[in-house]
């Protein structure tokens, strides 16, 4: 199988002051196309860090990472911020809609940056809200849904621009056991359609229903 994300010797260090603070050390990690990856970790071990790094939200201090066989390493912000866009789709625990949008201007939104035109955006915004059970509810705001509603929107945006690699930070530690149940139910259905899966999660319950579990200790990869 085709590797979805390799690093190699990725790094990352802040400056505090006068002091090299170091997160990451030395990441040596493979992720192959169609993975269901859980990264576990205490508080402060440096997983936000390295789910950071995998989407572009941050660079390396050192280290090479490749994104489908493209050093993403070398690339200026305005490539990075394209890739985001195009090639990766974000879920995150506190959902990050816009309070006053529907459901389906949120999906919508981040067609706008890709410059796709304004009738294909909401057919394809409809199609993600459907595909994640909410077709009866694209008119609804945010306050008008449930948690485990809201966080499908998530989800249906992750998906608007049709992603290879979905990265879902904590995507269920706002939301009671069922709830949690139904996301990581559609997060495992995506996931069985080809979609690259990558959750980072402190609950053992959770990672369980990934097909693989890799543990982050003191900036290190602990298989």
């Given amino acids: ?59 390396p201090t050192s280290g090479k990472y490749l994104l ?12 990075l911020a394209y890739i985001r866009n195009q090639r990766i789709g974000f879920v995150f625990q506190q959902f990050n809609l816009l309070a006053r949008s529907t459901a389906l201007q949120n999906v919508m939104l981040p067609m706008i940056y890709a410059n796709v035109p304004m009738q294909k955006r909401r057919e394809r915004a409809i199609q993600a809200l459907t595909r994640v059970g909410l077709a009866s509810r694209l008119s609804n705001r945010p306050s008008q849904l449930s948690g ?36 990581m139910d559609l997060l495992t259905e995506l996931n069985e359609q080809g979609i690259t899966i990558i959750i980072v999660t402190h609950e053992p319950d959770v990672a369980a229903q990934a097909k693989r579990i890799i543990h982050i200790q003191d900036g290190e990869v602990i298989v």
């Fill in 1 to 59: 199988m085709a590797k979805m994300i390799e690093m190699i010797g990725i790094t990352k260090s802040y400056r505090l002051e006068a002091i090299n603070v170091p997160v990451l050390k030395h990441i040596n990690l493979s992720i192959a196309e169609g993975e269901f990856l859980a990264i576990m970790g205490a508080s402060g071990s440096g997983k936000s860090t390295l789910m950071n790094i995998i989407g572009c939200l941050d660079r």
């Fill in 68 to 79: 489908e066989g493209q050093n993403l390493t070398t690339l200026n912000d305005d490539r």
């Fill in 148 to 183: 485990g509603q809201q966080q499908r929107v998530a989800i249906a945006r992750a998906l608007i621009n049709r992603p290879a690699l979905v990265l879902a930070d904590e995507p269920t530690g706002a939301l009671d056991t069922k709830t949690s149940q139904e996301v």
